[in-house]
């Protein structure tokens, strides 16, 4: 019951320190900015295309960027703040201030974990309503046009689907899991995204990509790709958790 106390504390103290830094709101800035960078050339691409109404929820999802735009920036944007939580405690004196507060290690990490799974999912949600936004802007540059005269985005496609959310939480819990034996955010973030996509790629139903490759080299070689895609992400955190309290209880706080 302490260790959960401290590790709510640990988060709120976290959260606070997101809040508070203008770094934080930069990272969402730009995460939705790249969101609706492509949307506007896949609305008018939809449109010349003579069905935009077929192709809504494609220009919403990122268009040719091939369906998982929102939810991969998400992810990636998520693992830098996430690894932020942890690489920032070891520069300027910042952990001498965090471990004083609350010395244990472990609950201090979960409270990362935590506020690294909600900053996941408000990631996705903004960066798809960036997207959505952006795709109401296109498509009414375009009313002039015939094909477009009668167009609807149903306001469902403004809400990230539970996948761009799972894995865009991922994202975030990977970054702070890889950051303690990483240690430079440089090396961090990208390893949680890369970490994150490759089990999005295992996923039955994937946008990834990869999706067809890693399933065709899956059966060449005998593995059972839905048991997999199943225990993945439990064994790859589990297994991340344990490098990460065995990094941070070796680790000196200067």
Same mark, same amino acid.
Request: aromatic share 8%; charged share 10%; proline share 5%.
């Given at each position: 019951?302490?260790?959960? +106390?401290?590790?709510?504390?640990?988060?709120?103290?976290?959260?606070?320190?997101?809040?508070?830094?203008?770094?934080?709101?930069?990272?969402?800035?730009?995460?939705?900015?790249?969101?609706?960078?492509?949307?506007?050339?896949?609305?008018?691409?939809?449109?010349?295309?003579?069905?935009?109404?077929?192709?809504?929820?494609?220009?919403?999802?990122?268009?040719?960027?091939?369906?998982?735009?929102?939810?991969?920036?998400?992810?990636?944007? %998520?693992?830098?703040?996430?690894?932020?939580?942890?690489?920032?405690?070891? /520069?300027?004196?910042?952990?001498?201030?965090?471990?004083?507060?609350?010395?244990?290690?472990?609950?201090?990490?979960?409270?990362?974990?935590?506020?690294? #799974?909600?900053?996941?999912?408000?990631?996705?949600?903004?960066?798809?309503?960036?997207?959505?936004?952006?795709?109401?802007?296109?498509?009414?540059?375009?009313?002039?046009?015939?094909? %477009?005269?009668?167009?609807?985005?149903?306001?469902?496609?403004?809400?990230?689907?539970?996948?761009?959310?799972?894995?865009?939480?991922?994202?975030?819990?990977?970054?702070?899991?890889?950051?303690?034996?990483?240690?430079? /955010?440089?090396?961090?973030?990208? %390893?949680?995204?890369?970490?994150?996509?490759?089990?999005? %790629?295992?996923?039955?139903?994937?946008?990834?990509?990869?999706?067809?490759?890693?399933?065709?080299?899956?059966?060449?070689?005998?593995?059972?790709?839905?048991?997999?895609?199943?225990?993945?992400?439990?064994?790859?955190?589990?297994?991340? #958790?344990?490098?990460?309290?065995?990094?941070?209880?070796? +680790?000196?706080?200067?």
């Amino acid at each position: 019951m302490i260790g959960l +106390r401290s590790a709510w504390y640990a988060a709120a103290y976290e959260a606070t320190r997101l809040r508070t830094r203008r770094s934080t709101f930069g990272v969402f800035g730009l995460a939705m900015f790249a969101s609706a960078l492509v949307t506007l050339p896949a609305a008018r691409a939809a449109v010349t295309s003579g069905q935009p109404q077929a192709h809504v929820a494609w220009v919403v999802a990122g268009g040719s960027a091939g369906m998982v735009l929102p939810g991969t920036v998400a992810a990636l944007a %998520a693992a830098w703040l996430g690894a932020g939580l942890v690489t920032e405690d070891y /520069r300027h004196g910042v952990g001498l201030t965090t471990y004083t507060r609350l010395p244990r290690r472990g609950a201090e990490l979960l409270g990362k974990l935590l506020v690294a #799974l909600v900053v996941g999912i408000t990631l996705a949600s903004a960066t798809r309503l960036a997207a959505y936004a952006t795709a109401l802007g296109g498509f009414a540059l375009t009313r002039g046009s015939s094909a %477009a005269q009668h167009l609807s985005l149903g306001v469902v496609l403004a809400l990230p689907t539970p996948a761009e959310s799972c894995f865009a939480a991922l994202g975030g819990i990977l970054g702070v899991l890889c950051a303690p034996a990483l240690r430079l /955010r440089l090396f961090a973030a990208p %390893a949680g995204w890369l970490l994150a996509a490759l089990t999005a %790629a295992f996923v039955p139903g994937s946008h990834s990509p990869y999706a067809k490759v890693i399933a065709r080299v899956s059966a060449e070689i005998g593995l059972p790709i839905k048991q997999i895609a199943i225990a993945l992400p439990e064994a790859l955190v589990l297994g991340l #958790l344990l490098v990460s309290l065995f990094s941070l209880s070796r +680790r000196r706080i200067d």
